[in-house]
């Protein structure tokens, strides 16, 4: 008997749900037509003043059983989703989104393929030093097949007194060396009065980690017509890091990669933790491709390797990893480069991993 009961009482409840949903529903409709008059009135979406004098008229009468709190808690939930609605919807969905663009974006340059059907390395010193340096790097490179090659010419530090970088000149060493090789280079620009002059040497810009929200720098980079690398935040949130990305797109530039380089967590055994799940993440929310740096996110040659067959397993486009020909003397990051020979080994064994098949066979432009 007493399940009859609410049985029958469930019924209504299903019934004045639906009366409800059609109320809301009548009522969404006609926020949504408000918002466009209101629109092209240019006023304000949110206006606080209305929805304090439905609130007060609504607690005034109220007969209960839910409370004046209750009420207004429903309301404002209401008035909420109703704004939300009025958002246009550009602003919903982004440039970089899955939802935007279903394909993957490619990226080729001088041949290459950035986010292409195989995953790539992108190699090279943490900082440019000198002609004979990278030379050697360079070298190595055209001998291993391998056709990206990064190096820093402008160095943010943590400490004014390291190594800041050789400048212009760091980028006109990138630019013979890349002529000379053949190599796509890239390197980090800090400025975004530098823009301009960096796009006559070097292939792709990268936007470092400590400068992914210098939001400036993202909309100069936007219009520059070049490949924009874009790290990840020190400590930005995935949601972060699409938006920074996004900034670049919405200024017209639409070649950007992402990279992964590892967040700043209370884990002290690495220089940081590698967001693995990031991977995935990025490249079902974007359709950009996407990165991993071992190097930093890292920072021990010990866990290089494992780390980039993490990534391309995952999902990554290719790893970022530094190599240096005497890693000891390097002007940065001295402990977690590898050296010619550990760099040669690192490619063999992700080459036997069966993760990485080489990039000899891609052609060249
Ligand atoms: O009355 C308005 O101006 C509306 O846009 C409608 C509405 C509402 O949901 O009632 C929506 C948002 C505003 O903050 C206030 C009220």
Redesign the pocket.
Known sequence: MAHDQIEIMRKQIDEINLEILELINK?AAL?QE??KE?EKQG?N????E??RQ?LNLLVENNKGPFNDNAVRHLFKQ??QV??EL?DDDKKKVLLVSRKKKAEDTVITVKGVEFGGSSPILIAGPCSVESYEQVRAVAQNHVQRGLRTLRGGAYKPRTSPYDFQGLGEEGLQILKRIGDEFNLVTISEIVTPGDLEMASKYIDVIQIGARNMQNFELLKAAGRVNKPILLKRGLAATIEEFIYAAEYILSEGNTQVMLCERGIRTYEKATRNTLDISAVPLLKQETHLPVFVDVTHSTGRRDLLLPCAKAGIAVGSDGIMVEVHPDPDVALSDAKQQLNIPQFNEFVDELIASGLYKGEAIVSRG
């Open positions: 009522r926020v408000l918002g209101k006023s979406r949110f206006d606080p209305r929805e439905m209401i008035f109703s704004l009025q």
